[in-house]
Nanobody, 122 residues
Framework: QVQLVESGGGLVQAGGSLRLSCAAS????????MGWYRQAPGKTRELVAT???????NYADSVKGRFTISRDNAKNTVYLQMISLRPEDTAVYYC????????????????WGQGTQVTVSS
């Protein structure tokens, strides 16, 4: 049983900053990849950033240089520091955990958070 809970979303003016957090809970043994996706109204869900257990990162071109992803493996928590926010960053941001192993199973699973709203005004 794994749950992901996001926090930190809100309303901010263009050029402002926000920090998102996502904590994974449950009988977790390991999480290979954690990340963030986002979905704007009328758009498909797109990758924002990912980070592996070895701290290898990947960013969408649209956020590169403005967003920073990090994780605390001991807390099973991933963060997204967002600066220089633009109106086009407005979306629901979803936390992702991939290749998750629980303490009592050898199987791998994928999990998603409920989403947190980020709104950037002009």
């Amino acid at each position: 049983q794994v749950q992901l809970v996001e926090s930190g979303g809100g309303l901010v003016q263009a050029g402002g900053s926000l920090r998102l957090s996502c904590a994974a809970s449950g009988t977790i043994f390991s999480i290979n990849t954690m990340g963030w996706y986002r979905q704007a109204p009328g758009k498909t869900r797109e990758l924002v950033a990912t980070i592996t257990s070895g701290d290898s990162t990947n960013y969408a071109d649209s956020v590169k240089g403005r967003f920073t992803i990090s994780r605390d493996n001991a807390k099973n928590t991933v963060y997204l520091q967002m600066i220089s926010l633009r109106p086009e960053d407005t979306a629901v941001y979803y936390c992702y955990a991939g290749a998750v192993r629980t303490k009592y199973s050898a199987a791998y699973s994928t999990h998603w958070g409920q989403g947190t709203q980020v709104t950037v005004s002009s």
